[in-house]
């Protein structure tokens, strides 16, 4: 059923990886567990990621030397990251397999692209305006206020947005962001969050993983439970199908989260996509036969997929740099106390400089029922205060 141009790449082979973070750290736990060999690029020394690659090529994501020998070293590459330039991966396409494409990143990267393709594939979204000038301000609807401005890229954990009660509002956080393109949403009433994981191979084989449900803190993700308690069976049904729709209309090749907003009545409205794997899918780690990070292996490796859509109960919890900062002093969070419950499954990312608001770990709280991952993760934030 492949496609004949899709290449099986063996274990023992290079896999490559554009972005050194802790989603590539977390890539390279997986592609080395199946014995496979993983180059990051990334320009910074200490990254994540290179301290556990096999070999880290430290150059910008637009340097040509560095893209060169990537793709020399590799059979095949993908990203970690959505904000790499689509013309580097459109420069590695030419000399080896390449996931995502560049067309679905550059889509994912850009948040008027983005809503705008979501829109017209009859999937529902915030409503919105795009705004490039000052005017589109002026002409946007009232009732996109009170609104969130937001800029239409490299915006993350909640950076580069501004809550807005009025056109007078927008225009000044339109300025304080220096005039870039921006979408102006308006501020939904929200009863909870969700997100839906789905990896997707060449061959159009798709996986979905149990929808879960994120509260986030500051606008950063803080807290990942899946199965999500609140969705209903029907509320699952639709965000998996809207899902798998968004990833096949890009004709998308790799793991693909989707961000929804749940609204009265079960409404589900598109917030954003991630075109690699998701903090809210970390759970998939210790909780799923396969986890987010193994089916990107085994798509890019053009290997049949991991199952992916049962699990044990999960509650994650990320690790800020705050937790170093409890008390008023600067103290190593209390890791044998987090691990005293069995089921807590601790992961940090090597990053020495803790930093309020940086990610720099997660712990995953299982339990055979919902009840005992609930308890576990109760004593964990606790512990991490
Ligand atoms: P980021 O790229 O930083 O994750 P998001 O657009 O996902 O940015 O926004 C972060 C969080 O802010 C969302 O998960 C949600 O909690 C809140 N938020 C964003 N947009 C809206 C909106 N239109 N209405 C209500 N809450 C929102
Ligand atoms: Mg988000």
Redesign the pocket.
Known sequence: TDKPNVRKIQPGDWLGLLGGGQLGRMFCHAAQSMGYRVAVLDPIASCPAGAVADLHIRADYDDEAGLAQLAERCRAVTTEFENVPAASLQKLAERCQVSPAAGAVAIAQD?IAEKGYIASIGVPV?PYAEIRAESDIEAAPASLFP??L?VARL???????ARVASAAEARAAFASFGGVPCVL??????EF?VSVVVARGFDGEVMTYPVAE?V?RD???AITTAPSPRASADIARRAAAAALQVAAGLDYHGVLCV?F?VLAGDRLVV??IAPRPHNSGHYSIDACVTSQFEQQVRVLAGMPLGLSNQMVPAVMLNILGDAWFTQGGQAEPAWSELLQTGTAKLHLYGKTDARPGRKMGHVTCLGLDSEQARRSAAHAAAVLG
């Not at 915006?155 to 947005?161: E, I, S, T």
């Not at 949403?185 to 929200?190: K, N, Q, S, T």
Request: hydrophobic share 30%; glycine share 18%; no cysteine.
């Open positions: 948040r915030a609104g969130i937001k915006g993350y954990d909640g950076k580069g947005q949403e308006a501020m939904l009433p929200l969050e994120n986030h606008g950063i993700l961000e907003f917030n954003e």
